[in-house]
Structure formats: structure tokens, C-alpha cells
């Protein structure tokens, strides 16, 4: 009889403490989606503080690094308009795409229709366009001025959670700087006559390059080198004269491609015959991309410097697309 009895209320039972747990876990879910959802907010490179009741589910993006770090998170169909430059340079991320205007000046008609959530713009870009698109109800972030690594980390935190994609975002940050940090942690503790003394070509008529404030002198000290214009405590992207490079004469030379496809552009310059990085043969070319936006890309860039200054722990130099 008792057996009989604990299996009829077992068949009663049972059912029902399913359905309360399916229902629990329901409710759960809709809790975890209206906590990722929003409201969010996030501080800008301009300082302001920019929030959304949701994730931005249509977004402009006015930014080439940005866009980068939209495909990274897996977000691009989030993504309703790209930049004009990346659409006329051939940008594969921007095919499909017609361009909304650039820093310059934006197609604020292009963008009225569109009607997006969010613009992700570039910071010391057109204020008066900036004011029309708020005026039209469209928030705007405006992407951090980076000048090291650490701003990385913190963009794509920003970016994703703007669009809805933070638990990614945190993933591609724990990723990247899982990879950063073994490239710097094998030349942190090099002695600086150990390192070498490196030039970045940004252009060469008239020559410039990078000082101690910027993205791509992060770059060169986490890859294990020295910056000649950082050892002088030039800082910005400052003219800066044959003489003075003749005269430091560095141990490496780095040109990004589109000014220099092939070493040899600079390896035949003769106005550099007779600095230690043109008679060694230590002068790379690298793509422009991975060492002038500042995404999750900057992991190619290091890698490709730590090869050029460390060979023998990293090993031989080589192009990372």
C-alpha cells in the first residue's frame, strides 16, 4: 500500500517540480538578458559619457579601427555603414558598403536614412556634423585617442558592449592580452644594450616619425626595443631630420608598406647609406594596418617587431597579413 501511494504522488509530483524548474530557468534567462541588455554606459575618447537603454542593434561606424574591432567581436551585422575611406582603399570589411563620409565631413543624409542607434566616430572629427547627427537622436562614441596598449583593452570593452557583445569582447581582451603579454614578458627584463635602437619611417619626404606618446612607440618598447625619438623625449608625429637619424644611427629601421613595399625603397635611399640598419640589412617593411589601428589586430604587429628585433628568441622575420 505505501509503495502504491509514494508512486502516485511520485507521478503527480515530478511532472510539476519540472515544470516549476523549466519556469525558474526561464525566468532566469529573461534576468540574464534584461541584465546584458542595458542600460549601458561608457566613457568616450571626448570624455563624454555616452548610454544606451539597449545595445545598439544598427550602427555607423566612422572608424576604420573600430570596424575592426566590430569583426573581431563578431558583430558586423550590426554594422549599417562603414567609412568612405575604407570602401575607396578596398577595405574587405567595408565590401558591400557605399561610405558615409570620413573625420572630414559626414553624408548626414545617408546617415538621417539609415536611421542608426549609434555613430562610432573618430575623435577631432567635424563638430558641427557631430552636433546634426545628435540632433537627428543618434548617440555618438567617440573612439579613445590611444597611445598604448592598455587603451586596446579598453576600446574593445567600450565597443562591446555598446553593440551587445560583451561577454565576447571580455574573451578578445583576455585573449589579446594573454598574447601581449608573452611577447613582452620574453624581453621585459633585457638590459637596453641588449635592445635595439629602432626608427619608425612614418613618411619620408619630408621624414617623420613616431615619438614617445604614441601607439607605435607602445609597440616598439613592448616588442623589446628603444625608439630613438622616445630616448630623446620627442614626443607626437614630428619632423625629423636626416642629420639628427645619421647621427643616432639605429640598429633597425621600420617602414609601414604604403610607403614602403619593399625594404629596398629604403635600402636604396641615399641619404641612409650609412646608417647600421641600412648596411646590416635591418630594415622591414610591415602592413600598415596591424601598426597604425590601434584593434586586436596590434597582436600581428608585435609579433612581426619582436621577430625583427629578437630573432634569436622569436624567431625569423616574417610578413603577418
Not at 94 to 114: Q, W
Amino acid at each position: 500500500m505505501v509503495k502504491k501511494i509514494f508512486t502516485a504522488v511520485s507521478v503527480i509530483l515530478i511532472p510539476m517540480l519540472a515544470v516549476a524548474l523549466l519556469s525558474f530557468a526561464g525566468c532566469k534567462s529573461d534576468m540574464d538578458a534584461g541584465a546584458d541588455s542595458g542600460p549601458i554606459e561608457v566613457v568616450d575618447g571626448a570624455g563624454e559619457t555616452v548610454v544606451l537603454s539597449l545595445p545598439a542593434e544598427k550602427v555607423v561606424v566612422i572608424s576604420p579601427s573600430a570596424l575592426e574591432i566590430i569583426s573581431g567581436l563578431g558583430a558586423m551585422d550590426r554594422v549599417v555603414e562603414v567609412d568612405s575611406y575604407s570602401v575607396t582603399s578596398g577595405d574587405p570589411l567595408a565590401e558591400g558598403f557605399e561610405g558615409a563620409g570620413d573625420s572630414y565631413g559626414l553624408n548626414i543624409e545617408k546617415i538621417a536614412e539609415l536611421d542608426p542607434v549609434l555613430l562610432i566616430a573618430v575623435a577631432g572629427g567635424s563638430d558641427d556634423d557631430y552636433r546634426r547627427v545628435e540632433e537627428l537622436g543618434i548617440e555618438i562614441y567617440r573612439v579613445i585617442s590611444i597611445s598604448g596598449i592598455e587603451g586596446v583593452y579598453e576600446e574593445i570593452t567600450n565597443i562591446s558592449k555598446l553593440v551587445g557583445f560583451e561577454e565576447k569582447g571580455e574573451e578578445l581582451v583576455e585573449e589579446l592580452k594573454k598574447s601581449a603579454d608573452g611577447i613582452y614578458n620574453e624581453v621585459k627584463d633585457l638590459k637596453n644594450e641588449d635592445k635595439p635602437e629602432v626608427f619608425y619611417e612614418v613618411w619620408n619626404d619630408p621624414l617623420m616619425s613616431a615619438g614617445k606618446d604614441t601607439f607605435i612607440n607602445d609597440l616598439i618598447e613592448k616588442a623589446g626595443g628603444i625608439n630613438i625619438l622616445a630616448e630623446d623625449d620627442i614626443t607626437g608625429w614630428p619632423e625629423y631630420s636626416v642629420e639628427t637619424l645619421i647621427e643616432k644611427n639605429p640598429d633597425i629601421i621600420i617602414a609601414p608598406m604604403s610607403l614602403a613595399g619593399d625594404p629596398s625603397v629604403i635600402l636604396n635611399d641615399e641619404r641612409f647609406s650609412s646608417i647600421d640598419a641600412v648596411t646590416s640589412g635591418r630594415v622591414y617593411s610591415v602592413p600598415d594596418n596591424p601598426v597604425s589601428r590601434p584593434s586586436q589586430n596590434l597582436i600581428k604587429a608585435l609579433q612581426m617587431l619582436s621577430k625583427a628585433f629578437h630573432p634569436e628568441i622569436f624567431g625569423e622575420f616574417e610578413i603577418i597579413e
